[in-house]
């Protein structure tokens, strides 16, 4: 009778073999490369691996990379919500194409986007060239860092951010103003709540996504030791120079950071999606 069921129930044909194809495939492309990490990280010992984690250089580089990603998040966070709210509340022309834009920074290989921001931000680039009087360096320094990691992360914000714009009717919006409610009130208080956990979710996955960047910081960032080193750039040079125990040391550190992004997300996630079930 179970079995029967199970069957019924079933929705692929071939289940068993199914899985057990689903679990080999997770086990040869992320479960035992992972492994590999940990295993060749362990034969520098406890007091070897606790030294090139915990080194100036490393923390440093922990530190680029961290509050960076943070800035970068948190930018979009508040900008990202603009431009989603302005594609998905009004109709004007070209609306399209600049939606379509939106995605741009996720098909853009990272290298390119690099050298785009570099040419655009370095002193005698288009913006460059009027920032830097000013006094604003933008390439070459921490600055360009939030540039580079702000441009990659802006789309995990918009499109997170859409689909709860699109189904929040204006209706509460206009029932807000009869009531009296100015339109802080109105944000406040009928608008931002709903749109919260979307917006906590996007900003984890735009600073997931920062963390782990590489390509397009690398061209627009001094890579200066110890003020505007990342820590991908250190584990590549790390691996350029043979010290393979090492960079998997510090791809460990990144590894569990990862993580713990991830449960965070999932998290998020599982908040949101109970939070609009009630």
Sequence with gaps: MT???WKQHSILPGFGL??????????LLVLIPLSGLFIKSASLGPAEFWNVISGPRA?????????SALTGAAL???????????LVRYSFPGRRIIDGLVDLPFALPTAVAGIALTTLYAPNGWLGQVLTPLGIKTAYSSLGIVIALTFIGLPFVVRTLQPVLQDLDVEYEEASASL?????????RVILPPLMPALLTGFALAF???????????????NIPLETEITPLLIMTK?????YAGATAIDVVMLLASFVMLLVI??????SRRRLGA
Excluded at 18 to 27: A, E, K, P, Q
Excluded at 59 to 67: C, F, H, I
Excluded at 239 to 243: G, R
């Design 266 to 271: 999932n998290g998020l996630q599982w908040w």
């Design 239 to 243: 691996l350029e120079q043979f010290d």
């Design 18 to 27: 199914s899985l057990g194809f689903t679990l080999l495939y997770l086990c």
């Design 180 to 188: 009296g409610a100015n339109r802080w009130q109105t944000f406040t």
């Design 59 to 67: 923390l440093a580089s922990y530190r680029v990379t961290v509050l």
């Design 208 to 222: 997931a996504r920062a963390v782990g960047e590489y390509g397009s910081v690398v061209f627009i960032s001094s």
């Design 3 to 5: 079995a029967r069921a």
């Design 76 to 86: 979009n966070a508040v900008f990202g919500f603009i431009v989603a709210w302005v």
